[in-house]
């Protein structure tokens, strides 16, 4: 089984660490895994803007890249959700295209889904509060949601369980956007803040001392607002607590 | 001015956003326990969503099944294309009728043609019955929601409202005593009117007949007095058979309030004795909706404001930030067919989250149409010329990884070396209320490639 790293652009030029920690996670448990060095970004942006060509361009360029791999594993649902979900108005009928449909996975879901893990020898004693970020809770179904009026799962809670000393809070808003939305975040910057702030808080009142999640952006907007309001809790990718980086201190 | 810049005034005064927030979270975590008691909740929306799409998909034929059918029982049917057509035929009914007052109860689709400025411009008294649309209408503002019309406003501000035009005591926003004081003078108007204006929530082509839900009863009592009652309806609120009502009218109270069915749910299948039952059946641009495959779903809508209740930016920059008639997703996906360039901004108006296609009673995929509406805003040109640009440049960027790589560099070695003032200038809007990441010194690519070495 040959897995294809797909790291999100942003994160391979800003968070280098929770990108290795995911590179990690998968060959701690014997997997098979490379980075594809000519990857950029899925087209995301692009897409959720509206420019329909330029997102397309991106996804034929993501196909051609990523076809050969059995599966392709990223540490974001929010990239995951474009090629399993929106990539079809761009890609459909091309060669590929149903292969990387169906063996795109974020990282969680893979090791829920896929592998199967039933231990993880590290520990995280903390009280960790799990921000459900949209498109993977929504699109790609991590966990059930509180609109709709079916069975209670957590693909990120069953997996963070296997983690030694780790405690969770509870939220009272357990699903709700924390308000990035990528350009969102800048057009509509006075809701997406808001928004933000309000998630933090949520966290905060349970009384949570790290906020974790399956996409970094999402995180690192809500890092922005706790470093400028110099606020008692931190943000860190579901993959770092995964690949054991704690390191004792916070 | 766009969502965004009427959103930011509205979030500026947090204290209110807040509140504003909870209210309407407090209504859709209502909508929620009722939801989740029902077993068959996912079910129902699965059947209310097929039964919509049949219908949609076979409109002419059940929309004409209904005017046989009503006309039969006595009704009268007319036909407006347009919002100036189903105005038109209102002031004709009522001048034929005599009618100088008019007492009307909930209708988004009178809203949508504006018909209250046009009676009185037509010097005919119309009052809205709804409690909440009585305070907006006293206001001169519009509905902010679609259920619940004046959620913007406080307790405190209605007691001002009242003082004003209907002599309630100084000072006093005890939500009873202004409620009875509410009652009293709309009784007045309801003896006293000419004629009757409902919204109707469907029409049911076997049986002819039309079905109105309110919760104050000022629909039933509004139609039982006057003689003349006319009902105004989109063509969409067609729904084939009877049996076919209850899975709208269980899904349509608990999505809304939370309630399990509304108080009144009331049937009109003929006039009141010696009276006239008039319906209108109104087009305005719904065809052109109905002939796009990515909005056509939107015509399932049933008008509960799940979606508004759910929307976490609907909550925090409030009804009038759209500058639509209905606010929120529903509204600003039929506000971008209707008129895209004058409501350009609110296909990105959204995190694109999706709470509300999850939300919808009828599976109306919301966030999907506001995705292919922004694909719509680009190819009419009318995105941005800046964003076109940075887009452009971006896509082009990354087509090319050298230079990708090259330009992370760049950034990563120069903006942490930048002075606070330059790097937070006002150029950077994400800087106004956050910081920026730390830059690191190597990307992930650069870290990776030493490992292999």
Redesign the interface.
């Known amino acids: 089984m040959k897995i294809g790293l797909f790291i999100p652009c942003f994160m391979n030029e800003l968070y280098p660490e929770a990108s290795m920690a995911t590179l990690r996670v998968l060959e701690n448990l014997g997997l098979d895994v490379e980075y594809p060095m000519n990857q950029t970004c899925c087209g995301q942006p692009m897409a959720n803007s509206g420019c329909y060509h330029k997102a397309k361009e991106l996804a034929k360029r993501f196909l051609k890249i990523f076809k050969d791999y059995d599966y392709i594993v990223a540490p974001s649902g929010s990239c995951v959700a474009m090629v399993r979900v929106n990539y079809a108005q761009f890609l459909e009928g091309e060669e590929g295209f149903e292969q990387i449909k169906n063996n795109t996975y974020e990282l969680v879901e893979f090791l829920h889904d896929v592998i199967k893990p039933t231990t993880m020898s590290v520990s995280f004693p903390y009280r960790v509060g799990i921000h459900n970020s949209c498109h993977g809770h929504r699109e790609l179904g991590m966990a059930s949601m509180s609109e709709r009026n079916l069975p209670e799962f957590s693909k990120i809670k069953k997996i963070l369980s296997l983690v030694n000393d780790i405690e969770f809070v509870t939220l009272r808003r357990n699903d709700e956007c924390c308000g990035f939305g990528g350009i969102f975040s800048v057009t509509e910057e006075a809701v997406s803040v808001a928004m933000g702030i309000d998630r933090v808080n949520d966290h905060l009142n349970a009384k949570a001392e790290v906020i974790t999640g399956i996409d970094m952006s999402c995180l690192m907007h809500m890092q922005g607002i706790i470093d400028r309001q110099k606020l008692p809790i931190k943000t860190m990718h579901i993959a770092q607590i995964l690949a054991g980086d704690y390191d004792g201190t916070l | 001015m766009g969502?965004?810049e009427k959103?930011?005034k509205f979030?500026?005064n947090?204290e209110r956003?807040?509140w504003h927030?909870k209210a309407l979270?407090f209504v859709r975590e209502k909508r929620?326990l009722a939801?989740?008691q029902?077993?068959e909740?996912?079910e129902l929306r699965r059947v209310a969503s097929e039964i919509k799409s049949h219908t949609m998909d076979r409109l002419d034929y059940y929309l004409e099944e209904f005017e046989k059918n009503a006309k039969q029982k006595g009704l009268h049917i007319h036909w407006a294309r347009d919002a100036r057509e189903h105005n038109e035929i209102v002031l004709n009914l009522l001048l034929a009728h005599g009618a100088k007052r008019v007492v009307k109860s909930k209708s988004m689709l009178t809203e949508e043609c504006h018909l209250n400025p046009f009676l009185e411009k037509n010097n005919i008294e119309i009052v809205d019955t709804d409690l909440g649309e009585r305070i907006v209408q006293l206001r001169r503002e519009a509905p902010s929601h679609i259920v619940l019309p004046a959620i913007h406003l406080k307790k405190e501000e209605v007691g001002k409202t009242f003082e004003e035009f209907l002599n309630t005591q100084k000072d006093n926003c005890d939500p009873t005593y202004l409620t009875r004081e509410a009652r009293k003078h709309l009784r007045e108007k309801f003896l006293t009117a000419d004629a009757s204006i409902t919204g109707v929530n469907f029409a049911i082509a076997q049986t002819g007949g039309v079905v109105v839900c309110t919760n104050e009863g000022n629909a039933d009592i509004g139609t039982s007095l006057p003689k003349l009652h006319i009902a105004s309806m989109g063509i969409e609120k067609i729904i084939p058979r009877l049996e076919d009502l209850s899975i709208f009218t269980r899904l349509l109270a608990r999505s809304a309030t939370g309630q399990p069915i509304t108080t009144y749910t009331s049937h009109f299948h003929a006039p009141i004795e010696g009276g006239e039952l008039h319906i209108i059946i109104v087009d305005n641009g719904r065809s052109d909706i109905l002939s796009n495959s990515d909005f056509k779903e939107s015509l399932h809508c049933i008008r509960c404001g799940a979606c508004l209740n759910?929307c976490?930016?609907y909550r925090?920059?409030g009804g009038y930030s759209y500058g639509y008639i209905i606010p929120g997703p529903i509204g600003s996906t039929l506000g971008a067919s209707r008129d895209l360039q004058a409501n350009k901004t609110l296909?990105?108006?959204?995190?694109?989250?999706?709470?509300c296609?999850?939300?919808c009673p009828s599976k109306i995929g919301l966030h999907n149409q506001l995705?292919k509406?922004?694909?719509?805003?680009?190819?009419a040109g009318l995105?941005g010329a800046k964003?076109?640009a940075i887009?452009?440049v971006?896509?082009w960027?990354?087509?090319h990884?050298l230079l990708?790589d090259f330009m992370?560099l760049v950034?990563?070695k120069i903006v942490p070396i930048l002075p606070r003032s330059i790097v937070y200038s006002k150029a950077n809007?994400?800087g106004?209320?956050?910081?920026?990441?730390k830059?690191?010194k190597?990307?992930?690519?650069?870290?990776?490639?030493e490992r292999i070495k």
């Open positions: 969502h965004s959103a930011s979030v500026a947090s956003m807040h927030d979270w929620d939801a989740h029902l077993d909740w996912e759910t976490p930016v925090r920059s296909p990105f108006a959204c995190t694109l989250c999706a709470s296609s999850n939300v995705y509406h922004r694909q719509n805003v680009v190819k995105l964003k076109r887009l452009k971006t896509a960027v990354m087509k990884p990708f992370g950034v990563r809007v994400w106004r209320n956050r910081e920026l990441p830059f690191p190597k990307s992930f690519k650069e870290l990776y490639k």
